[in-house]
């Protein structure tokens, strides 16, 4: 009798963990304790991937509806030996996400809260929030908050790695200005993690989702009247025989805290693909000032000119095309401190070559330019977050949509990595981590953070139960 019950109850578990639709006993005693609104469903159709490449496929999806159904799922997965992972927005694209269809997938889409208090100096952000969220709240609220470049990214996800954005010039990084977070910890615990939890707070800024899930933080917002939060922004498009000047300018340009300038190797477009670049500057302040700023880049002779002068929501208009979900984009980046025109030169060449293959015309080179003065000079609270030092990141995105290309795709964009490393001026590699593949070890994303982290991961999460992420065990 005691061996038939325990078939049972061993088929029932497999059945739940392997994506069954049937309401198992264990479904039904997760779904015993969520909230009402929270629901257990068998299909990722409400939260998609951004890249289908070696994308997590679990065979359960739990939609949270509060912070507290965060705590719980994690409590219960943990109890079971459940393989679990949490996703906002769907974009982190490295190669260890290996999800399978005995795991689940916890959405946090549904913690999309952006609140502000009177002062309009500290933003609530909940872990469903995507960037454009955030920026829509803070504009309204006449305020501003540092987050990143893409709308669509979630934001907590962005930010535990490091941060980028418009802002950051001025205010640093976002990591910078995280005051507090709440976290289910792989112990099951909910805390409140602030400055005062020196072990926690370093390593979540800069290593969050290997010590636990995010569900809000609290991060500091910068009043602003709307009538003064505009910036001249745009895009700056120039032919291909321009590739050296435009990496030497951006070279040799000088970028004070009011600026940043993003470069594109990128096509036209249905129905043509015609390869072209695109170069997005932006900057904090009048139009004359900003033309003067960049009065090298514009030398160079764009053939179209879409700057102007734009409001707060509309300054990520040009990474609207990364919205797009679905298709195979095995991304690559790396981050260096030197551009070499004749290696922008081979890029191009290798870019527009892959570009012309069947159903690749979507495909993108990516540089990133900040002013990192304000950033480098932010001493405390410390964090993980290694990449102070860096001046540039690019990633690489080949983009298609059938697995026949992963090959070709692979060897693309590796290669692409291989010169950016070869000639960037570093002495070891060294990759933005929200930028990363997967296959870089763990110096290369978290250099001289590496061994605290694994000193940290540890004592935090003996079992490793938060493993996808560069795995940072030391064994």
């Not at 500091?220 to 922004?233: C, L, M, N």
């Not at 480098?376 to 949509?401: E, G, L, Q, T």
């Amino acid at each position: 009798m005691v061996s038939h019950l325990f078939l049972v109850l061993l088929l029932c578990f497999t059945n739940f963990a392997f994506g069954s639709n049937s309401k198992t006993p264990f479904e039904l005693g997760l779904k015993a304790i969520l909230s009402p609104s929270a629901t257990i469903v068998h299909s990722t159709s409400g939260a998609p991937r951004w890249s289908e490449f070696n994308a997590p496929v679990p065979g359960t999806v739990v939609n949270v509806a509060t912070e507290k159904d965060v705590q719980v799922t994690v409590q219960y997965l943990t109890k079971h030996n459940i393989t679990f992972l949490a996703q906002n927005g769907g974009h982190g694209w490295i190669n260890s996400l290996d999800l399978y269809q005995n795991g689940v997938l916890i959405n946090l889409a549904a913690l999309d809260f952006v609140t502000f208090n009177s002062e309009k100096t500290k933003a609530t952000i909940g872990g469903g929030a995507i960037v454009g969220d955030v920026i829509a709240a803070a504009y309204a609220n006449d305020a501003q908050v540092v987050t990143g470049n893409c709308n669509c990214v979630g934001t907590l996800g962005a930010a535990l790695g490091g941060g980028y954005g418009n802002l950051m010039g001025i205010h640093g990084f976002s990591v910078d200005n995280i005051l507090s977070m709440k976290v289910a910890l792989p112990s099951g615990k909910f805390v409140t993690i602030t400055a005062a939890d020196e072990d926690l707070f370093w390593a979540l800024r800069g290593a969050g989702p290997n010590f636990g899930i995010v569900t809000s933080a609290v991060m500091k917002a910068f009043p602003v009247p709307q009538a003064e939060s505009i910036a001249w922004f745009g895009g700056l498009f120039y032919t291909g025989d321009k590739v050296e000047a435009l990496a030497q300018a951006i070279e040799d340009l000088t970028l004070t805290p009011n600026m940043s300038i993003f470069q594109y190797y990128t096509t036209s477009g249905a129905p043509d693909f015609t390869p072209t670049i695109l170069i997005t500057p932006y900057y904090h302040g009048s139009e004359a000032e900003a033309r003067a700023a960049f009065s090298s880049i514009l030398a160079i002779g764009p053939y179209l000119d879409t700057t102007s002068i734009l409001p707060y929501p509309e300054w990520n208009l040009g990474s609207e095309g990364f919205c797009t979900k679905g298709g195979r984009k095995p991304s690559y980046g790396a981050g260096f401190d030197l551009l070499v025109p004749s290696d922008w030169r081979k890029i191009w060449n290798d870019y527009t070559s892959f570009a012309k293959l069947p159903n690749a015309g979507n495909s993108v080179v990516l540089l990133e330019v900040y002013s990192l003065e304000v950033a480098r000079s932010i001493k405390a609270p410390p964090a993980s977050f290694p990449n102070r030092d860096i001046r540039y990141n690019a990633v690489v995105i080949p983009w298609y949509n059938s697995s026949s290309m992963d090959t070709i795709a692979q060897t693309f964009g590796s290669g692409v990595r291989d010169i950016w490393r070869s000639s960037g001026g570093l002495t070891t590699n060294r990759t933005y981590v929200n930028f990363a593949y997967g296959d870089e070890s763990n110096e290369v994303v978290y250099h001289d953070s590496t061994p605290r982290l694994q000193r940290l991961k540890a004592k935090y999460d003996p079992h490793n139960i938060f493993s996808h992420w560069f795995n940072i065990r030391s064994d």
